[in-house]
């Protein structure tokens, strides 16, 4: 008869026969110690915003001085940035309106060439043309008719392109031109009579040689009495 050995086993063979997924166990333990890395970095951001709040129980955040908060402007710079706006308000204008123009030669001429392309005798007669036959788009104040200030505005935009383009001839004072502006006139003098420009003291808008008289004879800018006496006002 085989007598059983009740002795205690030694470490090594303790877990012997024990059927161990060693594999799972392995990954429970890295899985355990990447939450604790977690904690830690947790708890020592904590601290570190703890200590950014310091006494003031608030994050600490840039504060323009009062004398950095405004900005040193000179006059210079005021008459720069109202010529910026003015140049980029023209630039807007003008495209608005070469692009009403471009519509009308191509939708009633076929004509596809740019307007610097086309020769004066020929642009001189599209542009009786569309002065006489032009009207808004949309209806305003009952009529879809254009207040005379409006043709003229788009009179100087295909101006004011043709002289970028270098146009041999200016539609403004030209002979070449001379009908199309009789055409312009007598449609001013049609649209007052539908009491379209019954406006007083309206006066047509400024060019842009006006406004380069104006800055030549001091009358706008930092220079002009005119602003001097608005700004004792304000």
């Known amino acids: 008869m085989q007598l059983l050995d009740f002795s205690k086993p030694n470490s090594s063979t303790r877990y012997k026969y024990l059927p161990v997924n060693v594999h799972k166990i ?3 333990s890295a899985k355990m110690k990447k939450q604790k890395g977690k904690c830690k970095r947790k708890n020592k951001k904590t601290k570190t ?5 310091g006494s003031f129980g608030t994050t600490s955040l840039a504060k323009a001085s009062e004398s950095d908060r405004f900005r040193d402007v000179t006059d210079a710079d005021i008459d720069s940035f109202l010529q910026e706006q003015l140049n980029k308000n023209t630039s807007k204008k003008t495209k608005s309106d070469l692009k009403i123009f471009q ?8 004509e596809k060439r740019n307007i610097e392309q086309i020769p004066p005798q020929q642009l001189d007669r599209y542009l009786s043309f569309f002065f006489l036959s032009a009207t808004k788009e949309k209806q305003t104040n009952g009529t879809f008719e254009y207040e005379p200030s409006s043709l003229k505005s788009i009179q100087q935009s295909i101006s ?3 002289k970028d383009n270098e ?22 003098k049609n649209l007052k009579s ?9 006066a047509d808008p400024l060019t842009d040689d006006d406004l ?7 009358l706008w800018g930092s220079n002009s009495p005119s602003l001097s006496y608005k700004r004792s006002i304000y």
């Open 26 to 28: 392995q990954k429970q």
């Open 160 to 162: 004011r392109h043709l």
């Open 167 to 188: 146009y041999e001839c200016n539609i403004i004072i030209d002979d070449e031109f001379h009908k199309s502006r009789q055409t312009l006139s007598a449609k001013f």
């Open 49 to 53: 915003d703890s200590d950014q709040t």
């Open 194 to 202: 539908l009491g379209l420009c019954n406006k007083p003291n309206a």
């Open 212 to 218: 380069n008289k104006f800055y030549m004879k001091k």
């Open 103 to 110: 519509l009308f030669l191509k939708s009633k001429h076929d």
